[in-house]
């Protein structure tokens, strides 16, 4: 099977130099390399037959009887194996591709089409990587306190996890997924589960801003009055954490405290005496 056009045979860089190829002539080291292209050309294997010959004094220039004299002389320099009908070219198969023409050819380029694209779908999957950083989750969080959220440090996240620990806990779960800068895929909105479960910096969150406010039993009553009204969020975390903020909202107002205002406490009288002043 004839191999595709501008494909390419192996040739050793010290060729020239071999003593065998010196000691045959400059005439029959041409004809061996026509030789060599035109078994890999006609998928040969290495065999040249006789009828070759005209081939090979067409592609060197040479007269028949000049190329089969420089024939005879590879032949002994052991260069050429005789046939019955022609010659082989000594240790061919061992130099040059001969596992299918066309067909290897083509799979041979597939293979490197194959590597290429693996090469970029890694680079591509690199750069996606890097752009997903803190400041993208947190950005508007830190812009606010005049931090570059293409620039968070150590210390910032040290600084938001005070501040607010979910901030941290929604970077952490977005950390892997594949963000490209802003043309990432939307959140969808989901309902409740019944297994939902606060996260823990969701708790301590909790227990820092909301002191006084049964956790465990409005986690309860958040699922319940959400699972009926059919609710959907993109955040459960943080829709959470307005019920909670709500729940201590109302605690006060319960006990007569404002939410923003004097904290009052109400006396048997019906009179009230202001406890605390708001920071």
């Known amino acids: 099977m004839a191999t ?3 494909s390419t045979v192996r040739l050793d860089d010290c060729f020239f130099y071999h003593p065998k190829v010196r000691r045959a002539g400059l005439e029959a080291r041409i004809v ?4 060599i292209c035109y078994c890999h050309r006609e998928g040969t294997a290495g065999a040249v037959p006789q009828s070759a010959l005209d081939i090979l004094a067409t592609e060197t220039g040479f007269h028949e009887e000049a190329v089969w004299d420089a024939i005879e002389r590879l032949v002994r320099e052991d260069l050429f194996d005789p046939t019955v009908d022609g010659w082989i070219v000594h240790d061919y198969c061992q130099w040059q591709d001969t596992s299918g023409g ?3 050819e083509l799979e041979r380029q597939r293979a490197l089409n194959r590597e290429r694209q693996a090469r970029w779908r890694e680079r591509r999957k690199a750069e996606r990587a890097a752009n997903v950083s803190p400041g993208n989750v947190m950005g508007n969080h830190l812009r606010k306190g005049g931090v570059s959220p293409t620039q968070v ?16 806990e929604l970077m952490n779960s977005l950390q892997g997924e594949s963000v490209r800068g802003g043309d990432s895929a939307p959140q969808r909105k ?4 019944d297994d939902f479960t606060p996260s823990p910096a969701s ?3 909790a227990e820092t801003r909301c002191p006084g406010v049964d956790i465990a039993r409005e986690t309860e009553r958040f699922i319940h009055y959400h699972q009926s009204k059919g609710t959907t969020f993109l955040n459960h975390q943080r829709a959470w954490q307005t019920w909670m903020n709500n729940a201590r909202d109302f ?3 319960n006990r007569g405290e404002s939410t923003t205002g004097p904290i009052y406490h109400t006396q048997a009288n019906g009179k009230k005496i202001i406890l605390a002043m708001p920071r």
């Open 190 to 193: 989901s309902q409740i589960r």
């Open 32 to 35: 061996f390399i026509a030789a």
């Open 153 to 168: 440090g150590p210390e910032d996240l040290t600084q938001v996890e005070q501040e607010d620990p979910t901030q941290v």
């Open 102 to 104: 066309e067909d290897s």
């Open 4 to 6: 595709l056009p501008g």
């Open 203 to 205: 708790i301590s969150w």
């Open 251 to 253: 605690a006060k107002k």
